[in-house]
């Protein structure tokens, strides 16, 4: 694809990590941004650490560069009620302030293509979505963080598209997973390892989409190439993921089994544990006691359909996944397995 030269922000990071090394691999020249050291070594690669929130060296970054791939974020589900001044400032900083830095410097250096990670969480309103699409409205009263920056941030990079030969869209991945995941399954594996995952919780009729990352990073590329004059994707958003909504602890089962742990036949009702969870979160707002294990927001995953279609990116993009969820587990067991030795490791 004619890309030219690419930025990756947040190179360091699993995603993009992920999609530097695919880049490279397809010969493409590719610089790295990130406040982390990215751990890649390649001829074509070009490694630069710093903040997302120092304009100046942003637009630096973006100087002679063709493409960028905005991943660069911070990750705070927890609830702005709860959290601190201090952790609510940062994810404005890095994931508005911080996008918007990215565009402005798109525009000043004469980027084409700006390609934003968003989150499918921008529509998610706490009731059942069953095969949503990009029509399919922002959420309003935002119940976290990363929504609520994730769902700003969006509307600003879509809003800069067709501005000074800029081209922009933004991809909605669900939860992302496959090797070098630090997310998605670390929290499964610290229950196996200290023994508290003994029920299923609900009914194991709700369904949720993943993406994992190698079919996310096919979505990607698939869009930076129809971003142009005459592409598909310009000031467009996209649902990218697996295309296989399947309950969460269904989808969990693999991984139990195969690191040898037993799989749980006990089932707790959804509702049952989401209300005592809501119950502890008040508590802990009004009273500051521990945080619950998990949020409200975290049961949903568990408990209510939210999936959806990928139709509008087969029909614009051309994507179809990869991988299927079986062969993506597959491919990305022995890193999870790996992850479960060092966890465990770490416990002793």
């Known amino acids: ?13 699993f995603l993009g990590k992920n999609l530097a090394r695919e880049l490279l691999n397809r010969g493409h020249q590719v610089r790295v941004f990130d406040l982390a050291e990215c751990d890649l070594e390649h001829p074509d690669l070009e490694k630069v650490q710093g903040n997302i929130c120092d304009k100046t060296l942003v637009t630096k970054v973006c100087e002679g560069i063709d493409t960028v791939f905005h991943t660069a974020a911070v990750i705070e589900i927890r609830s702005t009620k709860v959290v601190s001044q201090q952790v609510k400032k940062l994810s404005y900083d890095i994931n508005l302030g911080g996008t918007q830095n990215i565009i402005d410097a798109c525009l000043t250096q004469g980027v084409k293509r700006l390609v934003y990670t968003s989150s499918n969480s921008v529509v998610i309103n706490g009731q059942p979505i069953a095969n949503g699409n990009e029509a399919l409205p922002y959420v309003d009263g935002f119940r976290d963080l990363y929504t609520e920056t994730k769902a700003k941030a969006e509307q ?20 992302i997973w496959g090797p070098g995941d630090q997310t998605m399954f670390k929290l499964l594996i610290k229950e196996l390892l200290n023994g508290s995952f003994k029920a299923l919780v609900g009914d194991g009729k709700a369904r949720l989409d993943n993406s994992y990352v190698h079919n996310l990073i096919h979505g990607k590329l698939l869009a930076a190439g129809q ?28 991984l139990v089994e195969q690191l040898g742990y037993p799989y749980p036949k006990k089932r707790i009702s959804y509702k049952l544990i989401k209300t005592v969870i809501s119950a502890w979160e008040k508590l802990h707002q009004w009273f ?26 087969r029909r614009d993009l ?23 030795q060092k966890m465990k490791e770490e416990t002793i």
């Open 227 to 254: 971003l142009s004059k005459s592409g598909n994707a310009p000031g467009q958003a996209y649902f990218i993921n697996d295309g296989d909504p399947i309950n969460m602890m269904e989808f969990s089962r693999p």
């Open 288 to 313: 500051k006691v521990s945080e619950p294990p998990q949020s409200t927001l975290a049961l949903e995953r568990i408990g209510i359909d939210n999936f959806f279609s990928i139709d509008k990116a």
């Open 1 to 13: 694809m004619g890309l030219g030269k690419v930025l990756v922000t947040g190179g360091a990071g």
């Open 156 to 175: 600003q990079v879509l809003a800069a598209n067709g501005r000074n030969g800029l081209y922009t869209c933004a991809i909605r991945p669900s939860g």
């Open 318 to 340: 051309g994507y179809e996944p990869l991988y299927t969820t079986e062969s993506g587990m597959k491919e990305a067991m022995p890193y999870y397995k790996e992850l479960h």
